[in-house]
């Protein structure tokens, strides 16, 4: 076989060095929304997760052309395809900035040939089909996926099944970009973990070579990740006739990930943090990915674990894990059904935030009340932590060590000092950490705005705030779902599309404020039914508060007017935490922003359990 040529690339390190050919023998482009999102959300978690840890994106196998620099896909021509789409739309979200001359960069290059022309070459060339002329149009257009659909249709390309997929692709990304990342500073932190610390190995050899090793990959893998080592650990340590049983319960591990999506190295270190006291050089009580598998090995963790006395008794307690892993995932309480508490947590987190599975894990054994107790507490923290952005590596050295501590609250046996030392968990962990950052949270509250994190988090804090008041209005206590709230459609009071007349009403009314800025702010936000919010449409504040007064969403329509009854009332008491407008200014939102940033003390808070 000829030389084996291996490097390591970053994103910005490969489409700066390497000119990618995807020859026409080549599969076609057939990645799906569904394998474009998933590539987009695991990068997305790792992002949220942390700016400094590389994500591995797996290998890309090439062989190099006549050409310097120029090498044909092999293998990974999906991946590398869907980068250089995800470059294409970066490209045309940073006009006006410097980010985009150094994507154009990495996107094409110019240069003088022998007579004198310019050529521009992509950086990625795919020649099947026609889409070399799909991706060069779409580079050529650099706009939004509309016009870019139009352009490539008006150039008289046909495109159909793969350049389809490609022009789909284009669209998916750059959307998922305009949700995810409206915030410019947010889209350059993002872009520049992509480019640094997204990587890859390069493997390059002859084509010849390649193909080999193309099928070799493919037939029998290439490299065992942590779960295969553990894997064909534990069949070192069971009997031949063992071997059909040991594989049945691998898969009750394996299965039920896959089936959810649900990354297995990810699920393997919460899974040790979370069962076991871990000890490191580092002194910080964490496993990484990468020392999963020389974790098990240590002669003291494999006789903690004593996978080689007890093998399927350790698989099963993995098995056990799994099970509660992908039940909590899915929004379901430690009994399997679904639950309030957790769901409400899954929308809080959603896929960005993962790392109170250690804790969840931990726990899991707790009674159902003291369990659903726990998960409503540890939102109430998280919430703290998440919308102050607070860096994930505090929490991960310090959850690891809570786990152990809940560990040991779960083996109780007395019910009432089970409560007891619950209790005391919550208050010395969860409390004691918020209160320092209670003006912390206080003061990214009050500039808080639409584009302040992700959508579905400002729909949650929205919902929740929306339901406490509705809590209060009747006299409840005990929440039901939050699904029928985060189903609203989030109004800007203040119209975020507004007609000329309003925004030049405002700027008159509101001397040297900005009418942007205060169409996003928190006290601008509201929820509404759609087919109120649909009838009120971008009217003026006069207009809009007669609609507000018919949502059956007190939050809402207390905006527009009060409703009193009694004296000492349920609804008199909240009425006291809110606030009626009789016009809509720039003092108005300022107030009830305020207004809002006081109830989430309310709300997000810590409680202790009746301990009878």
Known sequence: MAKIENHKYSIEEAFRECFYIVPDYQREFVWTDKEVNQLLDDINDEFDASLSHEYFIGTILVSPTAQKNHY???????RLTTFFLLLCALKNLFKNELQFRTISDLISTSYTTGTGDTQTSLKLDPRYESSGEVMSKLVEV????DKTRNAIQSAGIKAYGSLENLINAYSNIYRFLQMNYQDKKYLKKYWGYLANNVVFIQISTDVSSALKIFETINERGIGLNPMDLLKNLLFTNVKAEDFTRLKNEWKKITKPLEKN?????RFLRYFLMANYKIENDRSDATVREDEIYDWFINKKNAAMCDYENKPFEFVRKIIRSVESYVTFSTGKGNDGKDSIVMNNLKKLCGGAFSLHYVLLLAASNLPKPLFDHFVTQLESFLFYYIFTKTPTKELERNFSFWADELRAVCEISDEKEQKQKLNEFIKDKFQKNMKPKDEEITDDMKRYTLNSMQQYRTRYLLAKMTQFVDMAYKGLRTPGSLDDYTVLEIEHILPHTPEPVLRQDFTQKNPGKDYDEYKNKLGNLTLLEG???????NNFFEIKKEEYKKCKYYLTS????????????????INQKLQTFTEW????????HVMLTTLAKDIWKIEEIEVE
Do not use: F, H, Y
Not at 142 to 145: G, Q
Not at 563 to 569: A, L, R
């Open 585 to 592: 200014t720039a003092e108005s939102i300022d107030r009830r």
């Open 72 to 78: 044909e896909v092999i293998d990974g021509q999906q």
């Open 558 to 573: 207390s905006i527009a007017e009060l409703n009193t009854v009694g004296n000492n009332t349920s609804i008199n008491r």
């Open 142 to 145: 650099n706009s939004d996926p």
């Open 531 to 537: 087919t109120i919010n649909k009838a009120i449409g």
């Open 261 to 265: 999506k649900e990354k297995p190295l």
